[in-house]
């Protein structure tokens, strides 16, 4: 199985300054047949479910914020917000598809200082 | 826009089963991937496994084989999760989702994940 690795577990950031969180998978997510990291992003408030961000490691889903961003490759992955806002304050997942079983990183906790 | 609506919440007893619906109202689910995930209270999310109706394919990690069956019925739109001999540490929330599939030169394969169900909170205590 591939072990995603997320860091920190959690920080505190003042609302608009910048957060980034990282991600690291055990194997390479890149399959260079089609030139696509197999890697997506989800956010999840509490007492809710996830919501997807990204998929393909940086293509932004439909109604996302512009404020955030992915990007990485192989085996190295960001998700930056790049002005928090107050409603941006929730637990954030990567997760590979690159192959079965899908997995997750731990998340990142992501709070107000 | 297709929401999926879970069944409600469960109490079950230790080595006891459990079955868990998600029906997709305003979409299917033949032609997409259907996921099940897990998440422990306070903790981070786990797949059990998946379905690709188109492919009939069902897969389930490797932790939970055996234990959990992954069904859906294109007919009604509704998929089910059903894991047995149930333990403390299964209680969790239970979502199902509905998320892509790929298919590139390796073959077919589970994608994103999007939307997802409410979630089911199953409670496995004696």
């Known amino acids: 199985d591939i072990v995603m690795t997320q860091s920190p577990d959690s920080l505190a950031v003042s609302l608009g300054e910048r957060a980034t969180i990282n991600c690291k998978s055990s194997q390479s997510v890149f399959y260079s047949s089609n030139n696509n990291n197999y890697l997506a992003w989800y956010q999840q408030k509490p007492g809710q479910p996830p919501k997807l961000l990204f998929y393909w490691a940086s293509t932004r889903e439909s109604g996302v914020p512009d404020r955030f961003s992915g990007s990485g490759s192989g085996t190295d992955f960001t998700l930056t917000i790049s002005s928090l806002q107050a409603e941006d304050v929730a637990v954030y997942y990567c997760?590979?598809?690159?192959?079965?079983?899908?997995?997750f990183g731990g998340g990142t906790k992501v709070e107000i200082k | 826009q297709v929401q999926l609506v879970q069944s409600g919440a469960e109490v079950k007893k230790p080595g006891s089963s459990v079955k868990v619906s998600c029906k997709a109202s305003?979409?299917?689910?033949?032609?997409?991937?259907i996921s099940w995930v897990r998440q422990a209270p306070g903790q981070g999310l786990e797949w059990l496994g998946g379905i690709i109706p188109l492919f009939d394919t069902a897969y389930y990690a490797q932790k939970f084989q055996g234990r959990v069956t992954i069904t859906a019925d294109e007919s009604t739109g509704t998929a089910y999760m059903e894991l047995s001999s149930l333990r403390s540490e299964d209680t969790a929330v239970y979502f199902c989702?509905?998320?892509?599939?790929?298919?590139?030169?390796?073959?077919?394969?589970?994608?994103?994940?999007?939307?997802w169900g409410q979630g089911t909170l199953v409670t496995v205590s004696s």
């Open positions: 997760q590979q598809y690159y192959s079965a079983p899908l997995t």
């Open positions: 989702a509905r998320g892509t599939y790929y298919y590139d030169s390796r073959g077919h394969g589970f994608g994103w994940i999007d939307p």
């Open positions: 305003g979409g299917t689910v033949s032609s997409y991937a």
